[in-house]
């Protein structure tokens, strides 16, 4: 008569195995259910006050209309209705007024991460960062961080004009690649390394090395340690990448260089070798050529844009060993940004002046044409 033996003990911790993962998954999905379904609330709950009770109304009278409202929900639902929550979910209508977008990003953002968002006052800036939670799978912690760092005023998208802003966001939202403007930043807080102020080259490189993880968290989720003094051999000569990084988004190798002093000229040609080297020998089919990022003491702005480094795939940053005030730091990020869109936008100047000088010329010309015609239709008659 056959029995039903039971299972070895192996096949038991498999099932096991199993069973919590259903569980975990299930678990993960009601909260991630629950999470956007009271986020959609939270913002309908804003809109639907901003637009019928609040429109066109005297700021003092809409306030009393809040607080009427607030009393009554606080007596039904609880304080999670209270005057400055609700205040809150208006503000939270109006900063994200489209639904689609809010729909989308509830599904990977929590309500905590919104409220992190919402004081932002520049939209392009609130975008980057509800777009990089997305992504990168931020905390709310990491996202406040990020934000306090002013990550997005040092990010190389930021100095783009904003029409490229607009699109690269978009181009994210839709599920594209990140792109290296989304990437790299400038520039870095090396703040956490400790170096005294006299220190070397090899005292940034060990220092990096000993700090690696926090390294690698502010260079961007992404980034994977490869190799330190990667030896690049020409010829009979070896030379020596200081670091050596693969980033999985970009799916490419990033060379990084490290130089106490301000860039030089000089840096670029350094670089171009590495890369072009790492291009020929250390690149498997299917990947992205590789990027080179070089961190200097200082940068010239207009040393670096007249070098066209962007052709050559190669970055120039500056790091910050020793963080100064951040007022400070802020107003000077927000002046690099300013200079940059100016820089950019004289770039596009010449072009268009002198097509609106052809087109001028060009009309003048057809004005003029009929004027000998008709003058030698007269000088043969």
């Known amino acids: 008569m056959a029995t039903n033996k039971p299972g070895s003990p192996k096949q038991a911790d498999t099932l096991l195995a199993e069973l919590r993962g259903l569980i975990d998954a299930a678990r993960l999905h009601v909260a ?12 309908r709950v804003g809109q639907r006050i901003r637009h019928e009770v609040l429109k066109d109304l005297r700021a003092g009278y809409g306030e009393q209309i809040v607080s009427t409202l607030s009393a009554k929900l606080v007596r039904e639902y609880g304080q999670g209705f209270g005057v400055k929550n609700l205040a809150r979910m208006i503000q939270f209508a109006e900063v994200f007024p489209d639904e689609e977008i809010v729909v989308s990003l509830s599904r990977q953002l929590s309500w905590s991460h919104f409220i992190a ?29 990020r934000i306090g760092s002013q990550l997005y005023l040092r990010t190389a998208i ?51 090395l000993r700090e690696m993880e926090r390294f690698l968290l502010e260079l961007g989720v992404g980034f994977t340690f490869v190799a330190r003094q990667k030896r690049i051999s020409v010829d009979d000569k070896d030379f020596y990448l200081d670091l050596l990084f693969y980033h999985r988004h970009l799916k490419r190798l990033v060379a990084v260089e490290l130089k106490l002093e301000e860039f030089q000229p000089s840096h670029k040609g350094q ?44 970055r120039v940053a500056e790091y910050l060993a020793h963080i100064p005030d951040m007022n ?6 927000h002046r690099a940004v300013e200079l940059a869109r100016e820089r950019a936008a004289r770039a596009v100047l010449p072009e ?19 004027k000998r015609s008709r003058k030698k239709k007269g000088n043969d008659a």
């Open 158 to 208: 930021a100095r783009k004009p904003e029409s490229v802003v607009k699109a690269e966001i978009s181009h994210l939202r839709a599920g594209g690649q990140m792109t290296p403007d989304l990437v790299f930043r400038d520039p870095y807080m090396l703040d956490f390394l400790g170096l005294p102020h006299d220190y070397s080259e090899r005292d940034l490189e060990d220092a990096i």
């Open 328 to 333: 400070l730091l802020q107003a000077q990020l």
């Open 271 to 314: 670089m171009e070798l590495y890369l072009r080297w790492l291009n020929k020998h250390d690149r498997p089919a299917g990947e992205e050529p590789p990027i080179g990022l070089i961190l200097c003491a200082s940068a010239g702005a207009e040393q670096v844009e007249l070098m066209d480094l962007g052709a050559s795939h190669i």
């Open 352 to 370: 268009t002046v002198s097509s609106a000088v052809i087109r001028k010329s060009q009309i003048s010309a057809g004005a003029e044409k009929p």
């Open 32 to 43: 991630q259910t629950a999470n956007a379904t009271l986020t959609m609330l939270y913002w």
């Open 117 to 145: 968002l919402i004081p932002l006052k520049q939209p392009l800036e609130r975008e980057f960062y509800a777009e990089m939670c997305c992504v990168e799978r931020w905390s709310v912690r990491t996202l406040r961080e």
